[in-house]
């Protein structure tokens, strides 16, 4: 970032310069007060002209560390959301209360992972993915794209994952052995959300580098 005092540092380099050169004028012309008056008030507008290139180029400097603290609030909001998610994830798919989530209806499954701290995830980290194409990257659907990839993966994940055991009330293991097709597709599911969750992960990451 450019110095914002520099501007006044060579006003008052150049303003010597016009006292030095009119004084040595003065000498030979003999018009020492007029010149020095007009030396004078050359000084007096290049120091005018001195505090207000200081005062625009600090109010400009001021105004870039603003933005990018703000920026980086974005950034760092975004990144404990989507740390929140990978919480629920597990909580939703592998916590205590799993077993009791067996459900065939896919709307009452919805209804339940809205419901849930993974939901309530998903749309916080959603919130968080707004603000970074309007404030990171401006005129961008790149990371609400993420985050409803992610919503969609989650919901079919679910569906997958709860209304296959509701078959047999049996764990996933079973289930892959008893229905090979239910448990390809929710482990292809599973794929996809892991390599989404990489590249989110990731892309956090650079963004905290390059605006950091």
């Known amino acids: 970032m450019r110095d914002p005092y520099a501007f006044g540092f060579y006003s008052a380099c150049l303003a010597l310069v016009v006292l030095v050169t ?3 004028l003065s000498a030979r012309s003999g018009q020492a007060y007029a010149v020095l008056d007009s030396a004078s008030a050359v000084i007096e507008a290049l120091a005018a002209s001195g505090i207000a290139g ?3 180029a600090a109010y400009g400097a001021w105004k870039r560390d603003v933005r990018q603290h703000k ?4 950034i760092w909001e975004a990144s ?3 740390r929140e998610i990978e919480i629920g994830f597990n909580e939703w798919f592998f916590g205590p209360a799993t077993e ?3 459900e065939p209806d896919p709307g009452r499954l919805n209804a339940q992972l809205a419901t849930s701290p993974l939901g309530q995830a998903l749309r916080a980290f959603k919130k968080q993915c707004i603000l970074l194409d309007k404030v990171v990257l401006k005129e961008s659907w790149r990371w609400v794209n993420h ?3 992610l919503d969609v993966l989650a919901r079919a994940l679910t569906a997958e994952f709860f209304g296959t055991m509701a078959k ?3 764990r996933p293991g079973i289930v892959d052995f008893l229905y090979p097709h239910e448990g390809q597709t929710r482990r292809k599911t599973q794929a996809e959300w892991e390599a989404l969750m990489d590249t989110i992960e990731r892309e ?3 963004l905290e580098e390059r605006f950091g």
């Open 22 to 24: 009119a004084a040595l």
């Open 54 to 56: 200081i005062a625009f």
């Open 71 to 74: 920026t980086l609030t974005v």
């Open 80 to 82: 404990v959301a989507f």
């Open 100 to 102: 009791q989530l067996y």
């Open 147 to 149: 985050a409803t990839e």
């Open 168 to 170: 047999g009330k049996v």
């Open 204 to 206: 956090l990451a650079e």
